[in-house]
């Protein structure tokens, strides 16, 4: 079956989340994939959404983090002090999954502002739950667009940092945090190793065993753009 | 004890300009009837406070009704940004707009030390980010064990208001489903104002519901639909469709202030 770049991004990035994990998960496409994910290979991965539900089991991908059938289908709701303070501070949450608008070779996100912070060129929404998150899990998913403009040599602002476990799916492949540098160490079908140096601000480190990533399968493809569709 | 009053009476009485001001709700029960009655008021010159500006204060700003955000993420979630406040902070438009941004997690510490009238909270959170030194935090060293971690101060709004499901005729008030940060808001706050979808002779339990009691709220107002786009539990969803359709109304300074005139200047707030 064909497939996106975006799809093919999403799907590596469910395939990072392990069965019965305990997720913190960002709104769009970290949302997306972790819940292709539960539809898929962990069914028992715990959804955690910054919002205070706790399990949810969302029917229909949410527009935001407290879209009502978070809750209706969580095991638990708190309040946004206590997901915060209990559950992720408390070290009890496995992975965090995080977007951004730049990332540097350390895996620090920015998702503050582009240009200077007191006159922006664009002002992002901000840092929201990510310092945390990053801070407290014990692994960090982010998933990016690979570009110049989002891999970038040094951040405009560092909203939150890189993890000591961390990895990065993009468009073009996955790298790996490893002894504190992302390192490529998967292509996605069809996309050439020059591509992924192109779109890197720095000198991209790639791993000696590059591996090109499994192709979407029909069933993954078919549950995620159902998934887009109800 | 809470009064029960007009939404019109309440905002009249409890938000003067230059006040802190915090509207609450974390996406859900987010109180749009009173951020409507506050610009129909012509408030100016507010401090306001809130996790998630949302369409709310996109609004309120873009009327120029604010000096100040203290917020921790202002997008316009699962759509894009939120170009009234974009527009303040970049262009200066209608008026500058100065920032103080924190994390969620700073953020929901500095209610809970306000409502638990403690000067701050400690937490670990923010090292290393280049939002410590931008913003009002600071490090503490535990008395016990040595470690270093983050002080945040409380937040102490003049006016905390936010919207629930109902509240009894004594003001009593019940909100479930998503509980976010609304109890710490009411506690937190000088003068709290809680707009309702409806008042009621009894207020039936619910599981998972918080009931803050009518001595620890200032006023209750009815607002049928008054967290419209944003939802109330039990009563109606979440509008997605009006929060994507928010984009294109707010990226045009001419197309913003059609849709306020239309739909928030030339009506009026409920008058029960």
Redesign the interface.
């Known amino acids: 079956m064909e497939h996106s770049a975006d799809e093919m991004m999403t799907v590596a990035a469910a395939r990072e989340l392990r069965d019965g994990e305990v997720c913190f998960v960002g709104i769009g496409l970290p949302s997306t994939a972790a819940n292709l994910a539960r539809g898929m290979h962990a069914p028992d991965v715990v959804l955690i959404y910054e919002s205070g539900t706790i399990g949810s089991k969302p029917t229909r991908l949410p527009l935001s983090i407290g879209d009502g059938d978070l809750a209706e289908t969580a095991e638990s709701v708190v309040s946004v002090p206590e997901i915060f303070n209990y559950w992720l501070q408390g070290g009890r949450i496995d992975v965090g999954f995080l977007g951004a608008a730049q990332i540097d070779r350390a895996g620090n996100l920015n998702s503050t502002v582009i240009g200077s912070y007191d006159e922006p060129k664009v002002r992002l929404p901000g840092a929201g739950g990510a310092p945390e998150i990053a801070a407290h899990t014990r692994r960090v998913i982010t998933i990016i667009r690979q570009s110049p403009r989002s891999f970038v040599p040094e951040l405009d602002f560092k909203s939150s940092l890189g993890a000591e476990d961390q990895v990065v799916i993009t468009d073009l492949g996955v790298l790996r945090r490893n002894g504190g540098e992302l390192t490529l160490e998967a292509l996605h079908p069809g996309v050439e190793l020059d591509q992924a140096h192109e779109a890197t601000g720095w000198e991209l480190k790639v791993a000696d065993d590059l591996r090109t990533t499994d192709p979407p399968t029909e069933r993954e493809l078919a549950l995620l753009r159902e998934l887009k569709e109800r | 004890m809470a009064e029960i009053t007009s939404l019109h009476d309440a905002v009249a009485s409890l938000v003067r300009d230059g006040d802190t001001v915090a509207l609450e709700g974390?996406?859900?029960l987010i109180p749009f009837a009173a951020g409507h009655e506050i610009v129909r008021q012509g408030r100016r010159d507010l401090e306001l406070v809130r996790?998630?500006p949302d369409l709310i204060y996109d609004q309120l700003i873009g009327m120029g009704c604010a000096r100040r955000l203290v917020?921790?993420?202002?997008?316009n979630?699962?759509?894009g940004?939120?170009h009234r406040?974009?527009d303040a902070?970049?262009n200066g438009w209608p008026a500058p707009l100065e920032l103080e941004?924190?994390?969620?997690?700073g953020m929901?510490?500095r209610?809970?030390a306000g409502a638990a009238r403690l000067p701050f909270a400690v937490?670990?959170?923010?090292?290393?980010?280049?939002?410590a030194p931008?913003t009002n935090v600071a490090t503490v060293t535990c008395p016990f064990t040595g470690e270093e971690l983050t002080a945040v101060p409380a937040m102490r709004p003049d006016v905390g208001i936010v919207h629930a499901q109902r509240a009894d005729r004594r003001g009593n008030v019940q909100l479930w489903?998503?509980?976010?940060?609304q109890?710490?808001v009411i506690l937190a706050a000088d003068r709290s104002l809680v707009t309702v979808e409806e008042v009621v002779d009894e207020l039936e339990p619910r599981p998972?519901a918080i009931v803050v009691p009518n001595w620890a709220v200032t006023a209750v107002a009815e607002a049928p639909r008054g967290a419209h786009p944003s939802?109330a539990?039990s009563y109606y969803?979440?509008d997605?469709d009006f929060?994507?359709a928010w984009d294109a109304i707010a990226r045009d300074r001419d197309a913003f202030r059609g849709w306020m005139e239309e739909h928030v200047l030339w009506s009026t707030a409920p008058t029960r």
Do not use: Q
């Not at chain 2, 941004?101 to 997690?105: D, R």
């Not at chain 2, 937490?123 to 280049?130: E, I, L, N, P, W």
């Not at chain 2, 489903?177 to 940060?181: L, M, R, T």
């Open positions: 974390f996406t859900h996790m998630t917020f921790s993420w202002g997008g979630p699962g759509v940004s939120l406040l974009r902070v970049e941004e924190h994390s969620h997690a929901a510490n209610y809970a937490m670990r959170g923010y090292t290393g980010t280049d939002l931008r489903g998503i509980v976010g940060i109890k710490e998972g939802y539990h969803d979440r997605n929060y994507r």
